[in-house]
């Protein structure tokens, strides 16, 4: 039997903090909190297990619903319901509008009513649309059906960003959600190779890309059933976990990732990080790494099929760059927790997908189809992970609950309403190769390296600042989150950078 002391929850440790730190204002006199570290290992292999695998799933589900007209576009899914000119490129688009409107407002309900309610219903949502494109038969019932998609899906990235980051610590943050984000990148080579398989369906009365939106459609619906009663609101109501591994699990928010758990909604405190310049920064990279993102996302079929390949091999070739961009997403984002960094990854990435871009744009891709398919794998290699990590960055330096809300429903819109412009310069008129497209996504990409590494050293310019004239050496990692109740202003505050 375990002992009397065994049995007492984990409790901040009342160790000294150093000398040089015991004096600054918002510091707590102990710096970090002591908890069984292989109690804690349990806890996060219980997490991890129970719960990255379904969220994966449903982010998979969403990126399938989102994407596959483009693999039924490769099945003549456009001309068989009568699609003209730019129409096709129009319906692209107009998923973004409501995409980039409804994310904060449903973040807002996610914060209220827990992500493990709202994300299954806006599931069923998408999954629905997803059925109803089958049946769609012209340009008009597809443009509304898109546009419901957009609502409901909006919220889905911001929200599993926000609900990851109330189970898990900073530190741990990117590689959770780079696995969950994974899906996303994966998703390219499942679409791929579904469509593969489903575009063999020879049926005498439906067209095989029927049966791809009812496979994909269908089967988010049941499995949005599923995550509603297996998903968490929070680790205090959670029945997976034992008395003591819930307090565990509150402590560990505390020490390195909030100010407080479970605080009530303020909407308008959660608004209160716009203020902040260095939020301004944010918004301008997610929104410039969202047209590269988007344009492999959205046209990366279109790309391979723009080399001259058939409509099955289009979507076979796909397959291989995406399982790369998933590969090195993990990779980097699993490298900038165990570092704790963000920028430098950040910019590797942006590194590797502008030379893609530049190499796409400045050859034949037919006559050069080997070095044209190699940069297909440089584009998807270098535009997932940016997403995760700018999401990571900004999440891990706002402590509060409601803000880190808001801010990330924000920030994933602005991504994405960069989507608007990557669907405008993909032009049918530019078909095959796309050049104006690729030029487009290439500055952008290269904006958004050059605010990421100015950001990443203002930040670590002002923590330097911060420690020279505190008198002390304070990295973000040394304070408990829960000593920093004033968020930036507290003196002991240091940027995860």
Known sequence: MMSTQEQQPPTTTDVDAPADVKDIEGLSSHVLIDVPRDEEKRLLKKMDWLLLPVLAFMYLCNALDKGNVGNAKTDGWDKDIGLTGNQYYILVMIF????CLFGTPIALFIK???????????MVGFGSMALCTAAASNFSQVFAIRWFLGIFESAMLPGVVFYLSTFYKRSELASRVGVFYAAASISGAFSGLIAYGVFHIDHPRYHSWQFLFWIEGAATVMFATFAWFWLPRSTSTWWALTEREKVLARVRILSDSSISVDEKLDITDAFRPLKDPVYWVWGAISFSLGVPLA??????????HSMGYSTVKTNLYTV????????ALLALTFSSDHFRERSIHISIALSTTIVGFIVLGAIDPVAKKDVAYFACFLIAM???????????WYSNNTLSESRRAVTAAVMVALANSAGLISTNVFRAKDEPKYTPALITSAIFGATCLCLTLALGMYQRWENRRRN???????????VETEALGRGKDAPAFRYMY
Do not use: C, H, K, W
């Open 96 to 99: 973004y509008v409501p995409f």
């Open 112 to 122: 209220r009513y827990s992500a493990a309610r709202v994300l299954p219903l806006m």
């Open 295 to 304: 344009s492999v996302n959205n046209f990366l079929p279109q790309i391979v």
């Open 320 to 327: 291989a760059p995406n399982v790369a961009a998933t590969v």
């Open 382 to 392: 270098g535009a997932f992970a940016p997403s995760v990590l700018v999401a990571s």
């Open 468 to 478: 020279r004239e505190q008198g002390v050496n304070l990295r973000a990692q040394d």
